[in-house]
């Protein structure tokens, strides 16, 4: 069987949730997946960003690290995991407005039976990754995807460091980075998308 193709589309803004996605595409990659990590771009004005110091410059450094997702990378995809930061308990614009510009693909339901999963992260401990990934779903059940929830389906899901609906970070404010727990959860992720991704692709 060929290798199963796994799109990682992500925005992170300072550095939480890039570090999500490359333990989720080392958890595919470890499964024999051939992994695409896309960063979505900029949405708020550059004002915005200037307001806070080290934002521009780390948007700078994944923007040339990363391409930016596009339709065709879905097309190409067997799975694809959607990472964003918790932005008012619900995705960022920045990975929402690539969604959104999967409107041809829906409507030629090009995205059908494919998997998808999505992962996230927030600043305080109750504040909002749950909804997040769960907010992803929506989306993801309209685009025709069989989302693919982490579960309690590895005995890294017992560490208290991730949701049965996808890994999460507590970042902590300012960033702290993912705990080894947190990462363990998303290389799961990534490994468990994989497995579904081969089997959907069997079937
Ligand atoms: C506009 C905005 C809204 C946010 N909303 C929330 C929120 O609802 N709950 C929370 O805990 N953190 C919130 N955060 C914090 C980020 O989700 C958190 O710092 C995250 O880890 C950043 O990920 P990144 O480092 O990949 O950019 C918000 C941050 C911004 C800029």
């Known amino acids: 069987m060929a290798a199963p193709k ?5 925005y992170s803004r300072t550095g939480t949730i890039e570090a999500l996605a490359k333990a989720v595409a080392e958890g595919a990659a ?4 051939e992994v695409r990590l896309r960063r979505a771009r900029e949405l708020v ?5 200037a307001s806070v110091p080290g934002w521009k410059e780390s948007a700078d450094a994944m923007n040339a690290r990363y391409a930016a997702p596009t339709p065709e990378d879905a097309v190409w995809a067997d799975g694809v995991i959607f990472g964003t930061p918790t932005r ?3 995705v960022a614009s ?5 969604i959104d510009g999967l409107g041809g693909l829906w409507a030629q339901g090009k995205l059908n039976g494919k998997a998808g999963s999505a992962f ?3 600043s305080q401990p109750h504040g909002g990754n749950e909804s997040t990934v769960i907010s992803l779903w929506n989306p993801l059940a309209h685009l025709g995807f069989i989302i693919v929830p982490t579960g309690y389906a590895d005995g890294v899901m017992f560490a208290g ?10 970042s902590g ?3 702290a980075g993912p705990t080894e727990a947190e990462l363990a959860v998303a290389r799961f992720q990534g490994k468990r998308v994989t497995q579904v991704a081969k089997k959907l692709i069997a079937a």
């Open 120 to 122: 996230a992260a927030s």
């Open 88 to 90: 008012f308990g619900s």
């Open 173 to 175: 404010h300012p960033p």
């Open 161 to 170: 460091a991730g949701s049965p609906y996808g890994a999460s970070v507590i």
């Open 30 to 33: 470890a499964e024999g997946a």
């Open 94 to 98: 920045e990975l929402k407005a690539y």
């Open 6 to 10: 796994i799109l990682i589309p992500f």
């Open 45 to 49: 004005g550059p004002d915005v960003i």
